[in-house]
Nanobody, 127 residues
């Protein structure tokens, strides 16, 4: 059974940094085509933030976070999201996602491509 567990959320001031971690249980991330981070703020739709192909390491980012966020694969079990120069609009619940069937190869930041989701970790950025 696949389980994704996020950690690392918290409250920071604008301009600060956080690092989110996603641990996979049941499968190593190499079993998936892509690992990704999504976020959802109250009253807004879930949006793709960053995605990484587990084979080759190609990365994709939402325009709003390019140059500030970095997604990496830390070891066989953990996906990281380094978030720098945080802005108040980055505040949201952040979710880790994994694609087992390859849909992410066509649309890396489309939530419909992902099969498994974590419970989320909250990020709050104060101005």
């Amino acid at each position: 059974q696949v389980k994704l567990v996020e950690s690392g959320g918290g409250s920071v001031q604008a301009g600060g940094s956080l690092r989110l971690s996603c641990a996979t249980f049941g499968y190593t991330y190499s079993s998936f085509f892509c690992m990704a981070w999504f976020r959802q703020a109250p009253g807004k739709e879930r949006e793709g933030v960053a995605s990484i192909y587990t084979n080759g390491g190609s990365t994709y980012y939402a325009d709003s976070v390019k140059g500030r966020f970095t997604i990496t694969l830390n070891n066989t079990w953990t996906t990281l999201l380094q978030m720098n120069r945080l802005k108040p609009e980055d505040g949201a619940m952040y979710y880790c996602a994994a694609d087992l069937h390859g849909g992410c190869l066509a649309t890396a930041l489309n939530s419909g491509a992902y099969d498994y989701w974590g419970q989320g970790t909250q990020v709050t950025v104060s101005s």
